[in-house]
């Protein structure tokens, strides 16, 4: 019993050591690049823009790769080789003189940062069907702690060297690998282990491979709506805050923070309550419909401190991703659920890289010299939009 128990542990301490080691490098990057490039800020920003999507690419290509090896090789070696490349990669991005290789660190840092996708196999192969949303929930908190920690602690440590806050991600993920050196177990059986395909082991392949089980289609392109639109908080907030509230810095990360603690504290508190209660399709329409009143009420709030207010109902909503990850992983057979993870990786990449080009577009459409209605929130409006179609498909699904 003490070993599941450690082993799960495990798990949760990976999931937020890794949301720490990607926050912990966002409060420092501009600067930098600045230092490397020595070029102005606007161009600067072309190269975080670049560096951004290339870890969002780098997912979608090769988060079913990861996820079918896991299937292949287990969740222990995936696990723990991830753990070695990021060490590497982190290391390398603080040692990198040149842009050409902190943009090849950052390339194979997204094609071996499996360990959400891998620790939600795990979790789904350790954890019985009606237990798993409850468990999904728990690495949704760690993510969520990571987030609030990461930038804080990235902040702290830029201001004894701009390096040092990649020598401690490093530093943690090495300190990582050790635990799990120790106390990970295997979870993939004779029984469970699958045959490598390439022909499976990319997005496409996966997508057609997992699609045939006809009832995972609707929850699929729901998971990928969802992330479309509620990659609207990264994507605009700062710019929003100070459009709209006059916000600065200082305030901006405040209220990320609260954001980040509401989650991690809605993951834990309330998907295992809402899930016995109402069960995992109306929990999940019960979180759709709070994001499209939470994205609407964002949409047209004009005081700051509604903003403040509206931002723990947030938590809400939470409850989405877990459901439906749960509903995925019923439907799946437990010799592909580490390919079913590696897809939701893949379509999370998706959103990654889509949600910011519209969102950002739709910011300045609205908030430009000239424009017709001068609306800060528009991007959440829209995001409202898109939940909605979210809400159809989800409805047409249980018709």
Do not use: C
């Not at 390339?107 to 939600?120: E, F």
């Not at 430009?368 to 409202?384: K, N």
Request: charged fraction near 10%; hydrophobic fraction near 60%.
């Amino acid at each position: 019993m003490q070993k599941p128990r450690l082993a799960l542990a495990f798990i949760l301490i990976t999931v937020t050591l890794d949301a720490i080691g990607i926050g912990l490098i966002f409060p420092v990057m501009p600067d930098l690049i600045l230092e490397i490039t020595g070029q102005p800020l606007s161009d600067a920003a072309v190269w975080g823009g670049l560096l951004s999507a290339s870890f969002a690419v780098m997912q979608f290509l090769f988060g079913p790769t990861i996820g079918s090896l896991s299937d292949r090789f287990g969740r222990r070696p995936i696990l723990l080789g991830s753990l070695v490349i990021m060490a590497a990669t982190y290391l390398a991005m603080a040692l990198a003189p040149t842009m050409a290789i902190l943009l090849a660190a950052r390339i194979v840092a997204g094609i071996v940062s499996a360990t959400y996708a891998t620790a939600s196999a795990f979790i789904a192969d350790v954890t019985p069907p009606e237990d798993r949303a409850k468990r999904f929930a728990l690495i949704g908190a760690g993510f969520g702690i990571g987030f609030v920690l990461g930038p804080a602690m990235g902040g702290l440590l830029a201001g004894i060297d701009l390096r040092a806050p990649f020598h401690a991600a490093a530093l943690m993920a090495v300190l990582n690998l050790i635990l799990g050196s120790l106390i990970l177990p295997e979870t993939v059986t004779d029984a469970t282990r699958r045959p490598f395909s390439l022909a499976r082991a990319n997005p496409l392949g996966a997508l057609r491979a997992v699609a045939r089980l006809p009832e995972l289609r609707r929850p699929l392109a729901v998971f990928l709506i969802l992330g479309i639109a509620m990659n609207v908080y990264p994507a605009v907030w700062a710019f929003y805050g100070q459009a709209a509230f006059g916000w600065g810095a200082a305030m901006v990360g405040a209220s990320l923070a609260l954001y980040g603690i509401s989650f991690a504290v809605g993951q834990v508190a309330l998907v295992g309550p809402a899930i016995r209660r109402l069960g995992e399709h109306r929990t999940a329409l019960f979180g759709i419909w709070v994001d499209i009143l939470t994205l609407t009420a964002f949409g047209f709030l004009a005081s700051g401190t509604g903003a403040l207010l509206v931002i723990p109902l947030t938590a809400l909503g939470g409850v989405v991703v877990p459901a439906l990850q749960s509903i995925l992983s019923r439907g799946t057979p437990a010799d592909a659920q580490g390919e079913l993870q590696g897809l939701l990786a893949s379509l999370n990449a998706v959103a990654m890289i889509t949600s910011p080009l519209v969102m950002t577009a739709t910011f300045r459409a609205f908030t430009q010299d000239g424009a017709p209605l001068h609306l800060p929130g528009a991007p959440f409006l829209l995001a409202a939009l898109l939940m909605v179609g979210a809400l159809v498909l989800h409805l047409a699904r249980r018709a």
